[in-house]
DNA sequence: GTGAAAGCGCTAACAC
DNA sequence: GTGTTAGCGCTTTCAC
């Protein structure tokens, strides 16, 4: 039979609201009674039910976590170190992939409330404007992580793509290339700052756009890239280095070259992003630009627990800063 | 504000007890009243607390799934299709990450219990047995997902690791190979199974097993694999194929061939096992043993399911068959 | 300092 | 067929 409050309130000896002022440490309580309760509900190992006191209008302590797709490892990376660090501070996840459908977003969010999850966190993807906008209307405590709506007051944790993009591309400059093709996913705000920060690094480089090297791409599989980069490298306009807007379409555009015999890093540097596992299995490894997922989980966490908390109404944008991994697939202009 | 089952009830000029009857479609309502009932509840977009209902013994439709670790891409592509097809059924998922460690495992357990989740699906590794013992003892709703307890009445879903090792084997041996090693992790029930289903196989093809070609893990990383293969192929007894037990340890295997200058396929065939996106990235690529992911993560959900609403007592333990992927990795013997 | 009473939103017996 | 009553386990006035 499991315990509640009025069993612990008869085995002290007062009654259960004490019992469960001690509880929530509110109100006046003798510090000898509250001693004495405190003991009794460790001797039972007494546990208060959530869903009573959720009831009552307190936390469920659980969040959501909404993400286009669990088995993406970038957001797997991410459902793990916000689960972890929500498990510290007590908060447990709910998981739920949209695939990026609106109707399943609303859906999701719609099931959650009522089941009174104190909060959301949204990752990459979001489609449904109505839904995200009434919730924001409504100071529903949510935090965008690696998502950014600009025009919308709401928190984000996000890395820093056009810086990301500028250091990609200086870190190709620096190795003497000057042709420098890019690879970018379509119609993302990543993959448009990661452009730009491309765009900025050349031009303080003194090199002029090409824009028949900025090749975009809507359907970010490792195949659709190596159509897109074998028709690049097979233009009058090859060029000598390519940054990939992601690991997946750096490897699309490593396969590209393999199949048309040209080596790399000898002929052709390829630089990632994400710094994603598989970096380091493919041949030769990938250099590619980090962002630290890890702590923009955390943080993603951090900032949602503290609005559910505190009630703080503080909506805060945290960009954080990427890292340059250089391993084997970006080398020195090879001049011939 | 909230609507509650009363404003609905006063709406539709009948008591609140109606209004959950229909809802719950229990007792005798008549056409017309559930009619209008439903229309208002339809208009209203009334939800039903699902809290509330809870406390009253209900079912929260939540369930928790618990994994070593959410960044592994098998874990994430199990997370993945549990909770999509949880969906389809009404039921969300909390993920809890336990990092194998017995401590996390029972807290989790005991706050989720507390949270009055309806069930678990415990994945691949779970160390505590006291926990897990008296969770089946109470007869809580638990599934293990690609993890055995043969001797706990517990229902269970996993692949066919015995049938996995022998095809795998089979393979290599239909190539003409006839010193073939196998890679296994160490002191789990799966890997023991795959060592067994590679004996037999070796055995019906009347090959004597050679225990110095049986290599154990116990730390399943590339890393780990490639340090135990460039042993073996450095033995005097090199193997012409090497069966990876899963494709972690066949992608160690592979980097610590290309490391010694063996070529894969033409000097060493490699099959890995689990056919994870990592098969397609390597080169050359992977074959491997594909288990039925999608399949298993579905089937367990189901199975939870109906052990949560139909409080049917029934157990079941079913065990999905693998598949051979060929890819670029094993090729016929090449005799010199 | 402490407790009695009311009520969160829902459901289950039982009466009518 | 439908409503009344009681209560799930907790928190919160408010009185003592």
Redesign the pocket.
């Given at each position: 039979m499991?315990l509640?409050?009025?069993d612990i309130a008869k085995e002290a000896?007062?009654?259960?609201?004490?019992v469960?002022?001690v509880?929530?440490n509110?109100?006046?309580?003798?510090e000898?009674?509250?001693n004495k309760i405190m003991q009794i509900i460790e001797e039972f190992q007494y546990q208060?039910?959530v869903l009573?006191?959720a009831?009552?209008?307190?936390s469920t302590y659980t969040i959501a976590l909404l993400i286009p797709d669990a088995a993406n490892p970038i957001y797997a990376q991410y459902l793990k170190h916000i689960e972890e660090y929500g498990q510290e501070l007590g908060f447990s996840v709910v998981m739920c992939s949209t695939g990026g459908d609106p109707k399943k977003e609303a859906k999701h969010i719609t099931l959650l409330r009522q089941k009174h999850v104190d909060g959301f966190i949204i990752a990459s993807i979001f489609k449904n404007e109505p839904v995200l906008k009434q919730l924001i209307e409504e100071e529903f405590p949510i935090v965008l992580i690696s998502l950014q709506r600009p025009e919308l007051p709401v928190g984000s944790v996000t890395g820093d793509d056009y810086l990301g993009g500028y250091i990609a591309t200086e870190h190709l400059l620096s190795l003497g290339h000057r042709k420098i093709g890019i690879i970018a996913e379509e119609a993302t705000i990543s993959g448009t700052e990661r452009i730009k920060g491309y765009k900025k690094a050349l031009e303080n480089a003194g090199i002029k756009v090409d824009e028949n090297l900025v090749i975009t791409i809507n359907e970010p599989t490792i195949e659709g890239a190596e159509v897109k980069a074998k028709e690049l490298l097979n233009s009058g306009q090859r060029p000598t280095a390519i940054f990939g807007c992601n690991d997946i379409l750096a490897i699309g555009t490593m396969l590209a070259a393999k199949g048309l015999g040209i080596g790399i890093p000898d002929e052709l540097s390829i630089i990632g992003f994400d710094n994603t596992v598989m970096c380091k299995i493919v041949e030769p490894q990938l250099s590619s630009v980090a962002i630290p997922i890890h702590e923009m989980g955390k943080q993603a966490m951090e900032l949602l627990a503290q609005r559910i908390q505190k009630k703080d109404n503080m909506k805060q944008r945290i960009s954080l800063l990427p890292e340059l991994v250089i391993r084997q697939s970006t080398a020195e202009l090879n001049e011939k």
């Open positions: 499991k509640t409050i009025h000896g007062v009654s259960a609201t004490t469960s002022k509880i929530n509110k109100g006046r309580i003798s000898k009674t509250k208060p039910n009573a006191s009831l009552k209008g307190k």
